[in-house]
């Protein structure tokens, strides 16, 4: 599973029919699910993202989370951040999970999401064209990747 996390004052998903769902200041999360991916990474990477301390305290130093502050989440599904470009001009999407085996772990990692926040938690349509608005607040981007922690993890365990 892999995310791009961008910290936000607010943003907006516009869903192909016309449908606003908006958040105020917390984080726009780009959710890949990608083979392999399994419930244990849905859970995980909720977890991992509602208690990354990138937001700054009181004395402006990035110490709080989202938990922390109480901020919203807005989780998209993208599976072109299984893009693998190292062939040619066109990138290859192979290592994305089918799609209903991605739905089923995007919508498991909302579950989780949503009972690790504090804020409210919106959401994209699963499949669908939609238009995203965010008003980055830093800028702060993060990527999470299972797959790196995992490796780094084992390649830790093995020394």
């Known amino acids: 599973m892999r995310a791009v996390i961008q910290r936000v004052s607010s943003a907006e998903i516009v869903i192909e029919r016309g449908e606003r769902r908006s958040i105020g200041r917390g984080l726009v999360v780009f959710l890949g699910v990608l083979r392999g991916d399994e419930s244990a990474h849905a859970e995980f990477m909720a977890e991992k993202i509602a208690e990354l301390r990138i937001f700054s305290d009181e004395e402006d130093k990035m110490n709080l989370s989202l938990k922390d502050n109480g901020g ?49 938690v919106e959401t994209g349509e699963f499949g669908t064209h939609m238009d995203v608005s965010v008003q980055n607040d830093g800028p702060v981007t993060i990527i999470v990747d299972t797959e790196r922690i995992a490796r780094f993890r084992k390649e830790k365990s093995e020394k």
Do not use: Q, W
């Open 72 to 120: 919203d989440m807005l989780v998209v599904s993208n599976f072109t951040l299984s893009a693998d470009c190292k062939k040619g001009r066109r990138p290859s999407f192979d290592a994305s999970a089918p799609p209903d085996e991605a739905e089923r772990l995007y919508d498991e990692f909302i579950s989780a999401a949503r009972k690790h926040m504090v804020g409210k």
